[in-house]
């Protein structure tokens, strides 16, 4: 449903209701960046501050500033006066941020694998909450918190790697990936197949097995497109 500018209204979405919490401008943020990368917040559309504050249940502030952090991941575009329109990308677009995910994120699983030693052991297994929580959010079918847990496990797992920079660079293409065959999943009751994997690859690189935790991290990838 639009409004009478040709704006989406307030019900044709389903964000969360975040009034009175703590640390609001980041949860706004991670709320709309899931909601870009499910196609809940349409490609090519125009959402206005007022409509989103509404929604969220909060002031316009912080709203505003969710999505200056949004502008600078390229994931929308300002519209002065107006709002932001969320920027469309072709299929060849994220065929090609598909890839550039798999060449960096593949091998760099591998590593951590192979050079597990006890305190990296350690760090990974305490990644283990964050994969029952994506676990979780898909049996729920929370697409927008299944997004966020799913990044901020690989980007800590990714992190064991000690490349500041990597984890910027992968932060970024998720960001600007779109996964618009997640509420299909959800609906088919695949998505936890998916979610499942998180755990799976903790085990193997606990294990050392870097050619598994390869392996399975490539088809893992592969389920965006």
């Known amino acids: 449903m ?29 709320a709309l960046r899931g909601a870009v990368i499910t196609g809940q917040l349409r490609a090519g559309a125009l959402y206005s501050v007022p409509m989103l504050a509404e929604q969220f249940g909060v002031s316009a502030t912080p709203v505003r500033e969710a999505m200056l952090d949004l502008a600078n991941e390229e994931l929308v575009t300002i ?26 994120e593949v091998p760099t699983v591998a590593e951590i694998a192979r050079a597990i030693n006890e305190p990296t052991r350690a760090a990974v297994e305490q990644l283990r909450p964050l994969t029952k929580e994506v676990e979780r959010l898909a049996e729920t079918g929370d697409l927008i918190g ?19 920079h990597l984890i910027d660079v992968v932060g970024n293409l998720r960001a600007r990936s779109r996964l618009y065959g997640l509420q299909d999943l959800a609906e088919r009751g695949e998505l936890g197949r998916s979610a499942a994997e998180h755990e799976q690859i903790v085990d193997l690189v606990v294990a050392g097995d870097a050619p598994g935790a390869a392996a399975l991290m490539r088809r893992h990838i592969g389920h965006v497109r």
């Open 2 to 30: 639009t409004d009478a500018t040709g704006r989406l209204a307030p019900d044709a979405l389903s964000l969360p209701q975040l009034g009175g919490r703590p640390n609001l401008r980041q949860e706004i943020t991670h």
């Open 79 to 104: 519209v002065r006066n107006k709002g932001f329109r969320v920027k469309e990308l072709s299929d060849r677009d994220l065929d090609e941020i598909t890839s550039l995910r798999a060449l960096i």
């Open 146 to 164: 299944y997004v966020e847990v799913d990044r901020r496990f690989h980007l800590s797992l990714l992190a064991l790697a000690g490349n500041r």
